[in-house]
């Protein structure tokens, strides 16, 4: 989602916005990472994870509509020296889908340290942000479509880009699972979503914000800082028909007005179709990629914006950035983010 709000409110909110979801091979392992509460606003207003929030990594088989696996993370309060007891639990099959179902317990472990179970490794704290774009470019690409207009690039310079993320931070979460898992082994085509959920007042949970493709919320709805559009609550498997025409509308109107499409109408529908319903495939133990060639996981140094935004444009739009502008931002190596 690249969901990175640069507002007052979204700072307050920040342990339950999500920034980015990626999805790539490790050292024999299929890696999840989750990234919120990202510094962009300037100061986050509260550090690390939400005590009594639910942070969630979903996963599709065969490209069924349900999640059929879940890996759920809670955290405890902050001890005196800022780190949070973590759990993560697994549930599968109907229980996958049900926020009532516990799960089983696979690993205990603290922020900012590695924890393993059962093959599984995780690392939850504060880390480097790899995301890159400059904003500057966003700000004409959402505001196109906003407006139903083309893209007007003749001011932009992409030989004079920067990276507005260079020195920010946020709260991670890697999820490590080896290839030797039952579920995830090589060849397992899945679609990968995540969400973040809040315990209620009478005993259940509200999801509040959620995760598939990247910069659907900047791109799409960036004015939605305060959770309330209704894509925040729902299921994937409800994307289309809830949104699917709007979205098309939209990229249509862009397409359009640019002329860079003979059926403009044709060319929003293959969008809408291809954004939703909004999950990550990618199929286990291949290379992971976020390109125009194709969409196969993610990983953080695809350039994602200048993907989501040359698609939803019809047209190329350079962002002037390259992998190489956040090389120091990641590791090949777990916990594959740099600890800030």
């Known amino acids: 989602m690249s969901h990175h709000l640069d507002t007052p409110l979204a700072a307050q909110n920040g342990q339950l916005f999500i920034d980015d979801l990626y999805v790539f091979p490790g050292e024999g392992s299929t890696v999840f990472v989750m990234d919120v509460n990202s510094d962009i606003t300037g100061v986050y207003a509260q550090p690390g994870f939400h005590p009594e929030a639910r942070y969630e990594f979903k996963v599709h088989f065969d490209g069924a509509a349900f999640e059929d696996l879940t890996y759920r993370l809670s955290f405890g309060e902050p001890g005196p020296d800022g780190q949070q007891a973590l759990r993560l639990h697994a549930l599968t099959g109907p229980d996958a889908r049900e926020d009532s179902a516990a799960g089983d317990l696979v690993l205990e472990g603290r922020t900012g340290q590695p924890a393993a179970g059962g093959g599984v490794r995780v690392w939850a704290g504060r880390a480097v942000d790899s995301f890159y774009i400059d904003l500057s470019l966003l700000a004409i690409v959402n ?166 935004m040359s698609l939803v444009t019809g047209t190329a739009v350079p962002s002037g950035l390259t992998q190489s502008v956040a090389g120091g931002q990641r590791s090949s190596a777990f916990p594959y983010v740099i600890p800030a």
């Open 143 to 308: 505001g196109a479509v906003a407006k139903g207009i083309a893209a007007d690039l003749s001011k932009w310079r992409p030989e004079a880009a920067r990276n507005s993320f260079a020195g920010t931070t946020v709260e991670s979460i890697v999820l490590e699972v080896p290839h030797t898992d039952a579920r995830l082994r090589p060849g397992a085509r899945v679609g990968v979503w995540c969400a973040t959920k809040l315990a209620t007042d009478a005993g259940g949970w509200r999801q509040v914000n959620r995760a598939g493709y990247p910069m659907m919320w900047p791109i799409f709805w960036p004015g939605d800082t305060d959770f309330s559009n209704p894509a925040n609550t729902r299921h994937p498997s409800q994307d289309f028909a809830a949104d699917g025409g709007h979205i098309a509308g939209l990229v249509a109107a862009v397409a359009g007005a640019a002329g860079t499409s003979d059926d403009p109408r044709g060319y929003g529908e293959i969008v809408a179709r291809e954004l939703f319903p909004d999950v990550l495939p990618y199929v286990v133990g291949t290379p992971a990629t976020f390109s125009f060639a194709a969409r196969n996981g993610r990983t953080m140094a695809d350039n994602a914006p200048e993907v989501m």
